[in-house]
């Protein structure tokens, strides 16, 4: 028998018109050691790995290295232009991933705050408009903002990424209604990308209908990363099994759970 969490894992996520059966991506930064990062993500069962190319030995060979510890047959390596505060940075580091062997997709940051971690909205739009024109696809993290994601979706972004909370903050999804809002009016993927910081932060945004959720900080600052990395597996199955099954409305008053017709006296 096939059962309903079954059918959730087996919905493909399509994004660049590539396809997915997992919905969550995971990051490779902030674990104690290459061991623990790579169990974790197998424990998470992602199939997108993001790797942050301007903090990382982009060398395959070196055993100390991440890139070392990760199958590009296994995993689909998604470069992250992390750390880069201005749209020339973010363009110069796809283009040196791409010529470093890695695909054509790039999930784009441009840090407008080095305290807070939120996007440079203007310098965003236009790294996106550039990277998209060189033939990239580009996977846009930004804000909860409605207007941001739809200019990013008109720049030919492949996916657009709104944060749940500050990245790292693990404060979980604070504007439930804008990222909602932001799913119902794209055409492309949403991913949320920053803020989940446990299992259950991970179902509820995903009962929000949401394509996937992108996480590092909840698994690798995590006490036990891999059993962590277990429990946001199962939790994004089951927060995307309760979304298709559609949950029963809010009330303000009690309502019988039995009918009331045809009690024994």
Same mark, same amino acid.
């Given at each position: 028998?096939?059962?309903? %969490?079954?059918?959730?894992?087996?919905?493909?996520?399509?994004?660049?018109?590539?396809? !997915?059966?997992?919905?969550?991506?995971?990051?490779?930064?902030?674990? $104690?050691?290459?061991?623990?990062?790579?169990?974790?993500?197998? +424990?998470?069962? +992602? &199939?997108? @790995?993001? *790797?942050? #190319?301007?903090?990382?030995?982009?060398?395959?060979?070196?055993?100390?290295?991440?890139?070392?510890?990760?199958?590009?047959?296994?995993? !689909?390596?998604?470069?992250?232009?992390? =750390?880069?505060?201005?749209?020339?940075?973010?363009?110069?580091?796809?283009?040196?991933? $791409?010529?470093?062997?890695?695909?054509?997709?790039?999930?784009?940051? %441009?840090?407008?705050?080095?305290?807070?971690?939120? /996007?440079?909205?203007?310098?965003?739009?236009? +790294?996106?408009?550039?990277?998209?024109?060189?033939? !990239?696809? #580009?996977?846009?993290?930004?804000?909860?903002?409605?207007?941001?994601?739809?200019?990013?979706?008109?720049?030919?972004?492949?996916? *657009?990424?709104?944060?749940?909370?500050?990245?790292?903050?693990?404060?979980?999804?604070?504007?439930?209604?804008? %990222? $909602?809002?932001?799913?119902?009016?794209?055409? *492309?993927?949403?991913? @949320?990308?920053?803020? %989940? =910081?446990?299992?259950?932060?991970?179902? @509820?945004?995903? &009962?929000?209908?949401?394509?996937?959720?992108?996480?590092?900080?909840?698994?690798? +600052?995590?006490?036990? /990363? *891999?059993?962590?990395?277990?429990?946001?597996?199962?939790?994004?199955?089951?927060?995307?099994?309760?979304?298709?099954?559609?949950?029963?409305?809010?009330?303000?008053?009690?309502?019988?759970?039995? /009918?009331?017709?045809?009690?024994?006296?």
């Amino acid at each position: 028998m096939t059962t309903a %969490v079954e059918l959730v894992r087996n919905a493909p996520l399509a994004i660049g018109g590539r396809t !997915f059966h997992s919905r969550l991506m995971v990051g490779t930064g902030k674990y $104690r050691d290459n061991d623990t990062m790579r169990r974790a993500i197998e +424990a998470s069962g +992602a &199939e997108i @790995v993001t *790797v942050a #190319v301007r903090r990382v030995d982009l060398d395959r060979t070196k055993a100390e290295g991440i890139l070392y510890h990760l199958d590009p047959k296994r995993y !689909f390596l998604l470069a992250n232009t992390a =750390g880069c505060s201005t749209p020339e940075d973010a363009v110069r580091y796809a283009r040196l991933a $791409r010529e470093a062997g890695f695909n054509e997709f790039v999930k784009l940051e %441009v840090i407008g705050d080095q305290e807070t971690l939120l /996007p440079d909205v203007q310098g965003l739009l236009e +790294a996106a408009e550039a990277l998209v024109k060189e033939g !990239f696809q #580009v996977l846009a993290y930004t804000n909860e903002d409605l207007i941001t994601a739809l200019r990013l979706e008109d720049a030919g972004c492949a996916a *657009v990424m709104p944060l749940a909370s500050p990245i790292g903050s693990g404060l979980g999804l604070l504007n439930p209604y804008h %990222v $909602r809002l932001i799913k119902r009016r794209l055409r *492309v993927p949403v991913i @949320v990308d920053a803020g %989940v =910081g446990t299992a259950s932060d991970a179902c @509820v945004t995903m &009962e929000q209908g949401v394509d996937g959720i992108l996480m590092n900080t909840a698994l690798a +600052a995590a006490r036990d /990363p *891999v059993a962590m990395a277990q429990a946001m597996r199962l939790a994004v199955e089951a927060g995307r099994g309760a979304y298709l099954a559609g949950r029963m409305p809010k009330r303000e008053v009690a309502v019988p759970s039995s /009918p009331l017709e045809g009690m024994l006296d």
